[in-house]
């Protein structure tokens, strides 16, 4: 049973950093590519970052040179790094990994950044 546990999120100030974490169990981690995403109220799940099981991750334009997502395959263990936080990134952020045509999902971590 796949399961994505995230943590890290909370209140911060615009311009401060969190550091989120999403711990992954029943899959061979290495072997996949985790994603965040994060969804405001009333707006769609936007896509944040992907990280390729090979490669380097990709961002999307919003977060550019702010975020930087990391894995540790041997702690099967995905972070988002999130610096220079601004009001428009509050959001419940959460972790992904698609299996096959499935995509499971954590249960979400809320962050908020006062203005």
């Known amino acids: 049973q796949v399961q994505l546990a995230e943590s890290g999120g909370g209140l911060v100030q615009a311009g401060g950093s969190l550091r989120l974490s999403c711990a992954a169990s029943g899959i061979i981690f290495r072997a996949y590519r985790m994603g965040w995403y994060r969804q405001a109220p009333g707006k769609q799940r936007e896509l944040v970052a992907l990280?390729?099981?090979?490669?380097?991750?990709n961002y999307a334009d919003s977060v550019k040179g702010r975020f930087t997502l990391s894995r540790d395959n041997a702690k099967n263990t995905v972070y988002l790094q999130m610096n220079s936080l601004k009001p428009e990134d509050t959001a419940v952020y959460y972790c992904n990994v698609r299996i096959g045509t499935f995509d499971h999902w954590g249960q979400g971590t809320q962050v908020t950044v006062s203005s």
């Open positions: 990280s390729p099981n090979i490669g380097v991750p």
